[in-house]
C-alpha cells in the first residue's frame, strides 16, 4: 500500500504527488532512533565518566576511611607488638632469671613465618595488603600472647613456692665475721696426698669452737660424708640444693632436724684429714659442688665479697 506525499517541483512550478514506499519511511524511522539512541549512549557515557554519582561519591569516600581506618589498626598491631616484645624481654631476663626457669627460645616466641592468610588468592591491592597484614599480625599477636600468658602461669607457680625456694638456697657466710677463705674451690694440692686434687668446697680458718651456723633453711641429712670430713653436717634444703659442713670438733644437731638459717649447728674443728682448725663448707647444687663463695651475698657488702673471692682464688694448699 502507498501512501500519497507531494513535494514541490521549481521545473514546473507545481506540486507534484512523489510515491514513498512504506519500506523507505520505516528505514527513515530506524535511522532517527538508531541515532538517537547512539547519541543518547554517548552523552550518558560522558556524564558517566566525568561525574560521579552521589551514590559513588558516597561510596568513594566510605572506602577511603576504611582505608585510613585498616592503616590505623595496622599501626596498633605494630606498637602492641614492641610492647609484648618489651615484656617478653623482662620475662625472660628478669622474671625467668629470678627463678631460674629457662628463657623461651625465640622460635617458640616469634611464630611468624609459616603463616598463610584467606587472603592469598585474592589480586593485591592496597585495601587487600593492608587486611593481609592485619590479619598475619593479629595472628601473631594471639600466639605470642598465649606463649607469654603460658610462660607467666608457670612463673606465677614458682612464685608461690618463692619464699621456701629463698629460704633454700644458701646465701649467708656459715661463720660470723669470717676469718679467712685460705683455700679456694677447684684444683688445689691436698695437705696430706700432696696432689693436686678437685677441692669442692673452701676452708674458712677460725679458732676451734668457733660457732658454725646453718647457711639456709633444711633437714639435716642423714646421708654419711666421706671419712676425711671428720665430724660433719650435711644439710638438705630442698629444691636440690645441699650444704655440708666438715671438721667440726662438735655438732650439735641430730640426722632429721629441722633446722633454720643461721641456726647453730655445730663449732669448728679439726677431726678428719685437716691440717689445723678450720671449716671445710660445701654448696652442691642438682648434686654437683659448686663454688659457695658466690652464696655468700645476702650478709656482705661488695667489698667483702670480693676481698673474699679474691682470697679464695689463690692457688694454694687446701686444710682439706
Ligand atoms: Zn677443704
Do not use: C
Amino acid at each position: 500500500m502507498a501512501r500519497n506525499f507531494y513535494f514541490f517541483n521549481p521545473d514546473t512550478m507545481s506540486f507534484e504527488q512523489a510515491k514513498l514506499s512504506v519500506w523507505t519511511i520505516v528505514k527513515r524511522i530506524i535511522w532517527l532512533v538508531t541515532t538517537a539512541i547512539a547519541f543518547a549512549i554517548f552523552v550518558l557515557w560522558i556524564a558517566f565518566y566525568l561525574f560521579d554519582s552521589p551514590k559513588e561519591k558516597m561510596l568513594q569516600k566510605e572506602n577511603n576511611e576504611l582505608k585510613e581506618q585498616l592503616r590505623a589498626i595496622n599501626k596498633n598491631l605494630e606498637v602492641m607488638d614492641v610492647v609484648l616484645e618489651d615484656i617478653q624481654d623482662r620475662d625472660d631476663q628478669v622474671y625467668r632469671a629470678i627463678f631460674e626457669a629457662e628463657p623461651i627460645p625465640l622460635e617458640t616466641r616469634n611464630p611468624w613465618f609459616n603463616l598463610t592468610t584467606r587472603y592469598d588468592s585474592i589480586p593485591q591491592s592496597e585495601t587487600v595488603k593492608l587486611l593481609k597484614t592485619i590479619d598475619l599480625k593479629t595472628k601473631g599477636l594471639f600466639i605470642k600472647l598465649k606463649e607469654e600468658r603460658e610462660s607467666l602461669d608457670s612463673l606465677l607457680l614458682l612464685a608461690e613456692n618463692k619464699n621456701d625456694m629463698l629460704a633454700a638456697i644458701p646465701a649467708i657466710r656459715p661463720i660470723k665475721n669470717m676469718y679467712n677463705v685460705t683455700s679456694g674451690f677447684g684444683l688445689r694440692i691436698h695437705p696430706i696426698l700432696k696432689t693436686y686434687r678437685k677441692h669442692t668446697g673452701v676452708d674458712i680458718t677460725a679458732p676451734r669452737g668457733t660457732p658454725i651456723y646453718a647457711t639456709a633453711d633444711g633437714t639435716v641429712s642423714r646421708q654419711q660424708a666421706a671419712m676425711g670430713y671428720g665430724t660433719n653436717v650435711i644439710i638438705d634444703h630442698g629444691f636440690s640444693y645441699q650444704t655440708l659442713y666438715g671438721h667440726l670438733s662438735k655438732k650439735i644437731v641430730k640426722p632429721g632436724q629441722k633446722v633454720k638459717r643461721g641456726e647453730l649447728i655445730g663449732y669448728v674443728g679439726n677431726t678428719g684429714l685437716s691440717m689445723g682448725p678450720h671449716l671445710h663448707y660445701e654448696v652442691w647444687k642438682n648434686g654437683i659442688p659448686v663454688n659457695p663463695v658466690q652464696f655468700f651475698t645476702s650478709d656482705i657488702t661488695p667489698e667483702e665479697y670480693n676481698a673474699i673471692l679474691e682470697s679464695s682464688k689463690k692457688v694454694n694448699q687446701a686444710l682439706s
